[in-house]
């Protein structure tokens, strides 16, 4: 993208067309418009050297992805709060967190297996279907 902006600038585009030609948002060509090969390497490399938030429940989250291969990241997140109470990153941030663990260490997510079978017919009055539900209802 980087390099896509640069190309844009040098053939005389301005910012506004150059973000339109990209789908990218304007702050971000904004950004890497006036900036240089090497700010853009040093940016790069501080990038990959930082520390996330989620960082801390690394080894965890690991663990759970282990054990339970089709594990969402809704269920990690969900987990997380439980036992830690809020936490200081968004759904989102753990859902690319996962994604990039998952490709690292090769933990593809396995699709669940539906835990149901058919029940065989039986004569009529053998057979009854429940509804769990509940309502509350106020007295006149």
Known sequence: MFAE?????LKGFNKSQVSRFLNINYKTVDKYWDMSYEEYAKLKE?????IKKVDKHKEL???????????????IFDWL????????????????YVK????????????????????????MGYQAQVD????????V
């Open 46 to 50: 501080d990038s990959k050297n930082r």
């Open 100 to 123: 990039d663990l998952r490709e690292k260490y090769g933990l593809t997510k396995v699709p669940c297996m539906r835990q149901y079978e058919e029940v065989p017919e039986l004569p």
């Open 61 to 75: 989250i690991l663990s759970w992805i282990k054990e339970f291969r089709d594990i969402s990241t809704a269920q």
């Open 132 to 139: 769990l539900g509940e309502i509350w209802l106020s007295r």
């Open 5 to 9: 902006i640069k190309q844009y600038k």
């Open 81 to 96: 709060k439980e036992r830690y109470g809020e936490v200081d990153f968004s759904d989102r941030t753990l859902r690319l």
